[in-house]
């Protein structure tokens, strides 16, 4: 992005100086289904700011312009200080926006002080948008806090969710483990009887559909106060692109609907617009942070940095094909990098699909595990465990989304109750409002259904395949805390939340213990 003088501000000022006031109507440069959803007050900034990738020193900033349909680029001024007010000033200067990025702005603010609250803002001559608030990474904790969430389906429901992360002070950092967006056309995957209808009216599958649906995503006032309240890293599942999705195609991508590597390259390209991710020369999003010696937390992309394609079961004739690979070679080798890096403590891996085992019930008494997750996968999965246990990694903890149910899992090559064979433990997040069991089943199936689950799963030590929640993770050197949160409801907006489940692992011993 360029940066640019003050002087072509004042200039554009100059020409028209009314253009860039911004009104709500139809000459706006945003989807008319839209409109209805822009809050005045927030003008030209609807979407509001975000934060994310936080380092010791440095942090991204975001926003999104809407203007007049006739402006083709826009100079921004942005502002950070370390107060709400802006008294104590540290830095600030002019950007730009075009429609060559969707009128999104990224700016990567270095030489910042490490574990410090920062606020900032954007302006535009007459206009500023909200105060975003973030922190970056301290330099050598003995505690640090995140949040991670999954699946966050605009037609399923309210992110109450979302709300509730934001409001939470204890909460330093969030982590998206994708499905942020979904790619469906409306009611085929949703409810829209509780009045959130997707917008474009169609499945997504270009450029322009892709940053409608994150427009849309990113007008919602819940995910506007997460992203104002915390940093967020984040990291793509399938949903971002099309469903089930590999490097070379998706369940969800038939040929009618064009050239996959077109449309695929269409959701990255939206997807690094409107997320505060840190564009890299090397354009794969599996990237790790390192929090001094506590720990480091390793984000994968399990799903097109180098997936090749899904069986349907573990009788395919290539089910156990060793060519097979859901990380890729080049990611695997980075992983095992990670993993044997001595100078961490805990080894936190921000993961789409169940690392596992995970026997899916079918509820007529049998199972089956699930192949779009690692179990699909079973050279590579085996691979990596014998390769975590002959090397003795300690500490290594997979959180997990996709599966729209919490898990907490003891991870061995079969899933036996024994403890001694266990190489990692692992916490499923269950989703921020997509369907669980009880949207499919009635409420007495689905509580069959999860009782099930722990019959089929004897490492699984708990299961809610009913709930749409989040979960928070405290790291500290001798243990960690993990606790499951629930909204109450997700039809409608809803203050009420829960803790239902805490679980601790020391450090050392790959072994949930139940808190309550
Ligand atoms: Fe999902």
């Known amino acids: ?38 809050d005045k007050n927030m003008a030209p900034f609807y979407h509001g700011v975000a934060s994310g990738d936080p380092t010791e020193n440095s942090v991204v900033l975001w926003t999104k312009v809407t ?15 370390e107060d709400p007010d802006f008294k104590k000033p540290i830095g600030k200067g002019i950007t730009s926006t075009s429609n060559e990025q969707d009128f999104t702005v990224k700016i990567d603010i270095t030489d910042l002080e490490e574990n410090t609250k920062y606020y900032y803002r954007f302006m535009l001559p007459g206009d500023t948008s909200i105060v975003g608030q973030t922190l970056t990474l301290p330099k050598d904790p003995t505690e640090f806090t995140m949040a991670f969430a999954s699946c966050s389906n605009y037609e399923w429901g309210y992110f109450n969710n979302y709300r509730f992360i934001a409001e939470d002070p204890e909460v330093d950092l969030v982590v998206h483990l994708g499905d942020y967006i979904y790619e469906y056309a409306p009611n085929v995957y949703g409810d829209t009887s509780i009045g959130r209808v997707n917008v474009p009216a169609r499945e997504i599958t270009t450029l322009d559909d892709y940053r409608t649906r994150h427009s849309l995503y990113a007008l919602d006032r819940d995910l506007i106060k997460l992203h104002q309240m915390k940093p967020m890293i984040t990291t793509w599942d399938d949903h971002e692109i099309a469903n089930n999705g590999y490097v070379d195609g998706a369940q969800n991508h038939q040929t009618n609907e064009g050239n996959w590597q077109t449309r695929k390259n269409a959701g990255k390209q939206a997807y690094y617009e409107w997320l505060p991710i840190r564009d890299n020369s090397y354009h794969e999003l599996y990237r790790s942070f390192k929090l001094g010696t506590l720990l480091e937390l390793v984000i994968l992309d399990t799903r097109i940095a180098g997936r090749t394609k899904q069986v349907d079961s573990e009788s395919d004739a290539g089910y156990n094909d060793s060519a097979r690979t859901i990380l890729g070679k080049d ?24 690392f596992g085992p995970m026997y899916q019930p079918d509820m007529k008494g049998s199972s089956d595990k699930y192949m779009d997750g690692w179990d699909g996968y079973p050279f590579e999965r085996k691979k990596l465990i014998k390769a975590i246990a002959r090397l003795k990694i300690k500490n290594v903890v997979w959180l997990t989304g996709d599966y729209h149910c919490s898990f907490a899992l003891e991870n061995d090559i079969d899933g036996t109750v024994t403890t001694d064979d266990n190489v990692s433990v692992e916490f499923v997040v269950t989703s921020i409002t997509s369907a669980n069991d009880d949207e499919w089943l009635s409420l007495d199936s689905a509580k069959t259904g999860r009782q099930y689950y722990l019959d089929f799963n004897p490492h699984c030590k708990y299961v809610n395949n009913i709930d749409n929640g989040y979960v928070v993770v405290k790291v500290e050197n001798t243990q960690i805390t993990t606790h499951f949160y629930y909204a109450e409801t997700v039809r409608e907006p809803s203050q009420i939340k829960r803790k239902e489940k805490t679980f601790i692992v020391m450090d050392g011993k790959p072994v949930l213990i139940p808190q309550d």
Request: hydrophobic share 50%; proline share 6%.
């Open 1 to 38: 992005m360029k940066r640019i003088g003050l002087m072509l501000l004042m200039l554009t000022m100059l020409v028209n100086p009314f253009i860039l006031k911004a009104q709500i109507s139809d000459e706006l440069n945003i989807h008319p289904d839209l409109i209805p959803l822009l």
């Open 67 to 81: 203007l007049n349909k006739n402006i083709s680029f826009i100079p921004i001024e942005w502002q950070i200080a």
């Open 331 to 354: 990611q695997y080798s980075w992983l095992m990098n990670k993993l044997t890096d001595k100078t961490t403590r805990w080894k936190i891996i921000g993961n789409q699909v169940p």
